[in-house]
């Protein structure tokens, strides 16, 4: 995710500075050169050597380090970073950065830094909610720095409330939005739809179907990834959604018709990666049903094709794009759906593929436009992500 990236992260004096090492580890194993800055308050707290282990890279200190070579590198880091973080950030550290202060290595690098600034705040309650630090924060906003608002809960010094560093991973989620991918989406408005819905027999069962609502995720993310403003509409999943995304639950193909067709006018691009149920009980039972001897059979009625209603009030401009799930005949009748939905572009997979499918992490697809037909090799269901929004973004440059 961040290969060929380079990040500077900044550790100052707080106890949670023993997070920032399982957060340089994570950067390393993302792919990122990281070179860490440690404030010398920050090595009482946790020792050099951790990250130096970590991250492969000689750590910079506090103490100025009157060697020319040494401070001219220290420059060539500033330049070269592709984001500079600050975690944890103490009071006084953000009260340096708000006013311009460098006197010490992290805060002169820090000031020489032209890429992106994360700050990510960690300290006593009170230190954060006086309104002096609040004033400082509002300041390093205002100078186009992304601040991660510290979590609330019990902190080190005893007190419970706000003041906390977020976890490693959150952060992580924010770095890797900061600066993983090039951002050719921003100022489009996706909608993407992902799982399965439940359709209901009575107040405890339902008709459901094998989706993950991974493909749709991945979409999701990475139209995020690439600066795009994302709304997910989403069945029950068992999985987490991605993070800075519109997520808009639904349960039935009804509720996700609803959902869709209320902010499909809104959308540049919609991706229906959604598995719809096309049938439903006629009626829903207000009580359980009660088994007898006799056999049951449960009448269905059709639900409404969601993307074919898109499809026939497609606003002009927007990219239409569906899936298509089959165990036989898969580019046939993939085609057909394509010119029967209106669509721009369809994703065909055959579910009886080893690799395909659902509830797996791998997919094997097929793009099918109007005029060509492109066959993907087996891969991630993140990497499909990424190739089909490159297709997508390819063909509406065309048009
Ligand atoms: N779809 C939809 N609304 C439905 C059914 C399907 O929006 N009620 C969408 C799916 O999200 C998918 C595409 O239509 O993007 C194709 O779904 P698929 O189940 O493969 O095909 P169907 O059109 O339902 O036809 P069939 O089930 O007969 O293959």
């Known amino acids: ?25 994570m950067l390393v194993k993302s ?29 910079v200190i506090d103490t100025f380090d009157r060697n020319f070579e040494f401070h001219v590198e220290h420059v060539a880091l500033a330049q070269k970073a592709d984001v500079a973080v600050i975690a944890p950030a103490t009071a006084n550290v953000i009260a340096k950065i708000a ?29 954060y909610e006086n309104a002096v630090t609040q004033n400082n924060l509002e300041a390093l906003r205002k100078y186009g720095m992304e601040i991660i608002d510290p979590a609330s809960g019990r902190l080190a010094c005893g007190d419970t409330g706000a003041g906390k560093m977020p976890e490693p991973e959150f952060i992580l989620q924010h770095i890797y939005r900061c600066c993983a991918c090039p951002k050719d989406m921003l100022g489009l408005k996706v909608l993407v739809t992902a799982g399965p819905t439940r359709e209901a027999i009575d107040p405890v069962r339902y008709i459901t179907n094998h989706s993950s609502g991974k493909m749709g995720y991945s979409i999701a993310r990475d139209c995020m990834l690439r600066g795009a403003q994302v709304t997910l509409v989403t069945g029950k999943t068992a999985i987490e959604p991605p993070m800075f995304v519109d997520v808009i639950p639904v349960t039935s193909a009804r509720d996700m018709f609803d959902a869709v067709t209320s902010r499909s006018r809104d959308m540049d691009i919609i991706i229906k990666a ?13 009580e359980k049903v009660k088994k007898s001897d006799a056999e049951l059979s449960i009448p269905l009625e059709r639900t409404d094709d969601i993307l074919k209603f898109l499809g026939d009030n497609k606003k002009p401009g927007q990219f239409l794009c569906g899936f298509s799930m089959e165990t036989e005949n898969m580019l046939e009748n993939s085609k057909k759906k394509l010119v029967k ?19 797996t992490d791998t997919n094997i697809v097929t793009m099918i436009t109007p005029d060509c037909v492109t066959e993907l090799e087996l891969m991630s269901k993140d990497d499909i992500a990424t190739l089909l929004i490159n297709h997508i973004l390819a063909l509406r440059q065309e048009s």
Do not use: W
């Open 31 to 59: 792919g990122a050169e990281v070179h860490v800055l440690m404030t010398e308050h920050a090595t009482n707290f946790i020792t050099p050597i951790t990250f130096e282990t970590l991250t492969g890279n000689r750590c």
């Open 99 to 127: 006013h311009g202060m460098a006197d010490d290595m992290l805060t002169t690098t820090f000031l020489a830094c032209r890429c992106p600034k994360i700050i990510v705040p960690a300290m006593n309650t009170a230190m």
């Open 1 to 25: 995710m961040l290969k060929g990236k380079t990040i500077l992260l900044g550790v100052t004096g707080g106890i949670a500075a023993y997070k920032s090492a399982s957060l340089a580890s």
């Open 274 to 286: 959604a598995a719809v149920a096309d049938y439903r009980p006629s009626q829903v039972a207000d």
């Open 341 to 359: 939905k209106n669509l721009d572009m369809i994703i065909a997979n055959n579910l009886k593929v080893k690799g395909a499918g659902f509830e």
